[in-house]
């Protein structure tokens, strides 16, 4: 609806600009009416001045998402159905490792046991919370790690290293595994 509305602020900007051009144009190509011509132009440069400040002054203000929805208590490994599988309870958590527990590494969200294990890295992806906020980085991980948007169709591949945000309703996919962010 914003943007329908902006669409229509601009198309509205536009016909007045023009229709004050057009009252210029008229006025100055007849010959007389100084006066009224110079009442034309100062009310056009009123009109200018009156736009600039209005659209500086309301400038929109950084909308921060719900507190809900950045509340996060766990991940949820989801099956090809969408079923629940496992969950693990990370609130209260600051950092978590997403990957595979061998003899020589511990996960804390340990996917050696799904249905894509040979795909996942043994240090597959982090977690980390700052203050309210948690955020999920790759580690270089060999298949990669992607993150869907809740309500949202499209996946993005995750940049090895770059720390993204997530929020309740998010789908992280850990190689081909899934875990639903709650």
């Known amino acids: 609806m914003k943007t329908a509305q902006n ?21 100055f190509s007849r010959t007389g009416y100084s006066g009224l011509k110079t009442v034309v132009v100062i009310g056009i440069g009123i009109g200018v001045l009156v736009y600039i400040l209005r659209n500086l002054v309301s400038v929109e203000r950084v909308v921060k998402p719900k507190t809900q929805r950045n509340r996060i208590a766990k991940l949820v490994l989801m099956d090809e159905e969408g079923e629940s599988i496992k969950e693990w309870y990370i609130e209260g958590e600051t950092s978590l490792l997403i990957g595979k527990t061998t003899g020589r590494s511990e996960a804390d969200i340990d996917l050696a046991g799904t ?21 999920v980085e790759d580690v270089d991980s060999g298949n990669g790690t992607g993150l869907r948007p809740a ?20 789908l992280l996919y850990i190689a081909n595994t899934r875990l639903l962010v709650k």
């Open 115 to 135: 249905d894509y294990a040979s795909l996942v890295s043994v240090e597959h992806a982090v977690l980390n919370r700052v203050n309210s906020d948690w955020f």
């Open 151 to 170: 309500n949202e169709s499209v996946t993005k591949k995750l940049e090895s290293g770059e720390p993204y945000r997530i929020y309740t309703g998010d």
């Open 7 to 27: 669409r229509w602020v601009f198309i509205i900007d536009v016909a007045m600009f023009g229709l004050m051009l057009a009252i210029a144009f008229y006025m």
